[in-house]
């Protein structure tokens, strides 16, 4: 009897035995196996956010038009590393501020040689309603509008064209002495872009002449009275029909010309 009980609890505990080293094997063949899988996945990840990093940069490099550049914004960026994500964005919401600036500009130089014959010209007035339709739609852009890390000649040009768009848009107030404080407002971002651009390029003589042109234009908004001399004003803020030389006169660009 005692050698039917030794034989049953011996074969018991070598059953015992055998299963728990099966649900040990088990568990670690799972973890083998998840872990392949994570790696796995982690390589498809880096695959993919290299494809789309490739793709999306290649249409950046391509890119001219207002509708290429919106094209892009729509694109999922998702697999790509967030510090990517973040640049792409600011460069491609640069790009569409700096396409519609320069529509803008085209519109206002025409403005401006229309008004120099007729300042009552209703199609110059058409031209700057225009105009101003598309700074309004740039706002939404201004405040998403970044710089890149260790490119000063990105965020030098990127501040400029900033502090140019605020300069400009005092054409689009129109009793200036009654709406001091939009002209001060305007004024102050102004020369809050250009002196960051400054920082970046302190040698940089069209930024230094374009703070002190802001300066003298906002003296001469202040001591205006308004008249012949409001007309003068505006034709100044304006952009020249062909390009001329000095700060803020840069004149309209062929889109896609960046």
Known sequence: MK???????CLKGALGLWWISTYFFSI??????????HARFRI?????????????????QKAHTLEEWEDIL?????????????????????????VLFWRAETLLARARGLLGQDQNSPVANGYIEDARKIY????????????????????TRLHYLKGAYYFRSLVFI????????????????????????LGYA???????????????KAKEISTSTGGDGNMKL???????????VGPFQIGPREEGRH
């Open 136 to 155: 309004e739609r740039v706002k939404e852009f201004m405040p998403e509008l970044g710089e890149i890390n260790g490119d000063s000649l990105w965020n």
């Open 174 to 197: 129109k009793n200036k002495q009654e709406e001091k404080s939009k002209v001060e407002d305007a004024v102050a971002q102004s020369v809050a872009s250009l002196d960051k651009a």
């Open 202 to 216: 302190p040698k940089d003589r069209d930024i230094q002449v374009a703070i002190e042109v802001l300066q003298k």
């Open 44 to 60: 498809e990840s880096l695959q993919k956010a290299q494809d789309v990093s490739r793709v999306v940069r290649h249409r950046i």
């Open 74 to 98: 729509k694109t999922d960026i998702s697999g790509l590393g967030e510090m990517e994500q973040q640049n792409v964005q600011v460069i491609v919401r640069s790009k569409i501020f700096e």
């Open 234 to 244: 505006q034709l100044q803020l304006l952009p020249g029909k062909d390009k001329e």
């Open 3 to 9: 050698k039917w009980f030794l034989i049953f609890f």
């Open 28 to 37: 670690n063949d799972e973890r083998e196996h998840i872990l392949q899988e």
